[in-house]
């Protein structure tokens, strides 16, 4: 039954909730059962969903380790790499600066390569001119880039300085 006390008057447009005294969950077994169980499964499913983030968090955690020292291994086997092509390079520059003797050079070319110093009627003198007509192409870095049209206009001056 529905107990409304006298002096309960609803203001505004909505009803007042009615609270009903007699509950059919509490009163009849199976009902209750099957609420105790629909509560402890919704727990149970939470629990687990917990765990289960729980365990991709740790998981995420420890694969990103995991990548942090393979990188790790990788950049020493490269330092160590990079550190024997420097001793080896440096190894080959003594060498080099030892072969590069002049006096010894000379004599290897005489005795093993049988080569001599040439005679006079063997010299032969070429004039090089003193201006060089070698064209070289150089970007302007003032307009790289800027806008569009000033790259054609420039790209056709170079192709306009070929053909003079």
């Known amino acids: 039954m529905v107990q409304m006390k006298d002096n309960d008057y609803v203001y505004g447009s909505l009803a007042k909730q009615i609270q009903y005294e007699y509950d059919v969950y509490e009163h009849n077994k199976v009902l209750k059962e099957k609420k105790t169980y629909r509560l402890n499964r919704a727990v149970k499913l939470k629990a687990v ?3 289960l983030i729980t365990f ?3 998981f995420a955690a420890v694969y990103r380790y995991a990548l942090i020292a393979d990188l790790n291994y990788r950049l020493s086997d490269l330092e160590k790499k990079y550190e024997e092509l420097v001793d080896e390079n440096t190894q080959l520059k003594v060498a080099i600066e030892k072969n590069t003797d002049l006096p010894r050079i000379k004599e290897i070319a005489e005795s093993r390569l049988g080569m001599q110093k040439p005679d006079r009627y063997q010299l032969v003198y070429i004039k090089v ?7 070289t192409y150089q970007e302007d870095s003032n307009n790289s880039g800027n806008n569009l049209f000033s790259v054609i206009l420039a790209k056709f001056d170079a192709i306009k300085e070929l053909f003079r």
């Open 56 to 58: 991709a968090v740790g």
């Open 49 to 51: 969903i917990l765990i």
């Open 129 to 135: 001119p003193k201006s060089n007509y070698t064209v």
